[in-house]
């Protein structure tokens, strides 16, 4: 849904219409007409004798005589002056609305000083090219491709036309896979990582097992006769995972069979010079008791400075070292072939 506010609206002009004095008046009368044009005009001159034309068909006429073709008196359109009493009868003069018979009937005057500018029906053009009716330009500013909006999700001011939407990166929208509302620059990452309708191979490939499954069934892949019959065959010296925690940082987390899980360490509240390594969230778990671990120390050159003890998950109760000028911790877990026997 477009949830995007209005930031400003489209610039519109007024759009001239022509029209006729003929065409509007209630009652037409002779003496507003141009005698040489005979048509009925708004403002007529005339000369020292009161001969009526507009300025348009003087001027023509003045091109070749500069004499009235009513008196022959010579003129100039210097010497020519309106009739401003003809002007005010014009302008009671009653007339209908050029733009809408919806109007009401008024006065010329009213018309030319007020409702001209005024009328909900006068024609108006959009600068996205559009022309319409005064009253029609709310609806229209709604859906005017020149219209600006606010984006509600990123705030970017943009034009309605250029579907800003369909790319804007903090709109939520929905994951092809599993319907989960996400923002659109966070949508390769969770289907990626976090997807649970994405089809991913087992991690443990590389040991021998490499069926796809979806997310959301990993864990009872890991727990399935064939995942587990394809890993009870590898020897028990042979790792099945492995992570290093740095010196200098006190945690690194990993998943482990599904499981969220990390390794850390602290001093030893027994012996101030020792440390104690320890594994989250793995011990309780019910294929602990299917694999054994070892915690080792290296120095800068990656060399065992301290082992740990070959242990199993189920029993893990931390692992406590010398502290000595280690350079990284590194956990490696091992899969048993052969379950042992724990009192």
């Not at 319907?179 to 590389?206: G, M, N, S, W």
């Amino acid at each position: 849904m477009d949830n995007s506010l209005p930031f400003s609206d489209p610039k519109f002009s007024e759009e001239i219409i022509e029209y006729s004095l003929e065409d509007v008046f209630v009652n037409k009368k002779d003496i507003y007409n141009c005698s040489i044009c005979l048509e009925m005009k708004p403002v007529l001159y005339q000369c020292y004798n009161g001969h009526l034309n507009c300025l348009q068909c003087w001027e023509n006429h003045l091109k070749t005589r500069k004499t009235c073709p009513v008196c022959r008196l010579n003129i100039s359109l210097q010497t020519l002056g309106k009739n401003l009493a003809l002007e005010l009868f014009l302008s009671q003069e009653i007339m209908k609305c050029p733009y809408s018979d919806l109007c009401e009937y008024m006065n010329y005057g009213t018309f030319k000083d007020k409702h001209i500018r005024e009328c909900e029906y006068r024609s108006i053009k959009c600068e996205c090219l559009a022309i319409m009716k005064f009253n029609e330009l709310e609806k229209h500013q709604k859906q005017c491709p020149k219209s600006k909006l606010s984006c509600s999700h990123c705030q970017t001011v943009f034009f309605r036309d250029l579907n800003h939407l369909e790319i804007c990166d903090e709109m939520n929208i929905s994951c092809h896979q599993c319907q989960t509302k996400i923002k659109r620059k966070e949508l390769i990452d969770h289907v990626r990582d976090a997807c649970p309708k994405t089809k991913i191979i087992c991690p443990f490939k590389y040991l021998g097992c490499g069926d796809d499954f979806y997310r959301q069934d990993k864990r009872s892949h890991f727990t399935s006769d064939q995942h587990i019959n394809v890993c009870m065959g590898i020897g028990s010296d042979q790792p099945v995972f492995m992570t290093t925690l740095e010196k200098g940082t006190f945690e690194t987390t990993f998943e482990f069979l599904g499981v969220d899980s990390a390794l850390s360490y602290q001093k030893s509240d027994t012996e101030d010079k020792d440390l104690v390594a320890i594994i989250h969230n793995l011990g309780n778990q019910p294929f602990a008791k299917d694999y054994d671990y070892i915690i080792n120390l290296y120095d800068k050159n990656n060399k065992i400075i301290s082992s740990g003890v070959k242990s199993c998950l189920l029993k893990y109760n931390g692992q406590i070292f010398g502290l000595q000028d280690f350079q990284s911790i590194k956990l490696t877990i091992f899969k048993k072939n052969q379950l042992p026997q724990y009192t």
